[in-house]
Nanobody
Framework: QVQLVESGGGLVQAGGSLRLACAVS????????VAWFRQAPGKEREFVAA?????YYSDSVKGRVTISRDNAKNTVYLQMNSLNREDTDVYYC??????????????????WGQGTQVTVSS
């Protein structure tokens, strides 16, 4: 069983930055595709970024967000800059141990974290 634990969320002013972290259990972490999604109340879960053999970003965050991984620590990071109120959401990380490249496809991800709240104030 793979477990994911997010951290790093919080309250930040518009224009500020946050770095989220996703700690992932699993022996073959370096083969996993790991992604970040976000979801606001009453809305569908939205893809943010993914990292596998490469990185992939949604158009809404491209240029403001960087996803990276530290395989020695089994952790994926999401560095978010120039935050605005539209970035306010619960952010979830998800893992696909098969390492697929269907980065935005939610059913590809077998394991999910509990989420971390990001709130951007104006």
């Amino acid at each position: 069983q793979v477990q994911l634990v997010e951290s790093g969320g919080g309250l930040v002013q518009a224009g500020g930055s946050l770095r989220l972290a996703c700690a992932v259990s699993g022996r073959t972490f370096d083969r996993y595709t790991v992604a970040w999604f976000r979801q606001a109340p009453g809305k569908e879960r939205e893809f943010v970024a993914a990292i596998g053999w490469t990185t992939y970003y949604s158009d809404s965050v491209k240029g403001r967000v960087t996803i990276s991984r530290d395989n020695a620590k089994n952790t994926v990071y999401l560095q978010m800059n120039s935050l605005n109120r539209e970035d306010t959401d619960v952010y979830y990380c998800a893992a696909d141990p098969r390492g697929s490249t269907f980065y935005t496809y939610i059913p590809s991800y077998d394991f999910w974290g509990q989420g971390t709240q990001v709130t951007v104030s104006s």
